[in-house]
């Protein structure tokens, strides 16, 4: 009699304090792994936006050498990471022209490359400048 009355005073832990305490720490493996997933999606979408606002930035570049007057609004054309023109490409530019009603005889010129962003969104980055055409 002696050895039950001892075994049943025994401390420990019960399953039922084994199981919440696997669930707890499940939840919280569940919830780092979806932040670090979010996480390299951010970081993901910082390098396409910069690398966007390169192509852009260097497209514009090249537009402003041209002459004023032969300046004119093109097509869509999907690009790679350095500007080229290529079927593969993750980038699409446009080019955009259009009076300037705040300045005459200027042209409003934009230049919008979208970029893949995370989650399966596209995002845009648009550089806008105006452009004197003369009389």
């Known amino acids: 009699m002696r050895v039950l009355a001892h075994a049943a005073r025994q401390d420990g832990f019960g399953i039922v304090s084994v199981l919440v305490a696997i669930v707890l720490l499940a939840i919280g ?3 780092l792994s979806s932040s670090s997933a979010f996480l390299v999606s951010l970081r993901t979408d910082a390098a396409a936006r910069a690398t966007a606002a390169s192509i852009a930035t260097s497209y514009m570049e090249e537009v402003k050498r041209r002459p004023p007057r032969e300046v004119a609004s093109e097509e869509p054309a999907t690009v790679n990471e350095t500007g080229r ?3 593969e490409g993750m980038f699409v530019r446009t080019l955009t022209v259009g009076p300037e009603p705040s300045v005459p005889d200027a042209a409003r010129v934009t230049v919008s490359v ?3 962003a995370g989650f399966g969104r596209r995002r845009t ?3 806008v400048t105006i452009i004197y055409q003369g009389p």
């Open 29 to 31: 493996v569940v919830a």
């Open 114 to 116: 979208q970029y893949p």
């Open 85 to 87: 023109e290529a079927e």
């Open 125 to 127: 980055v648009e550089l």
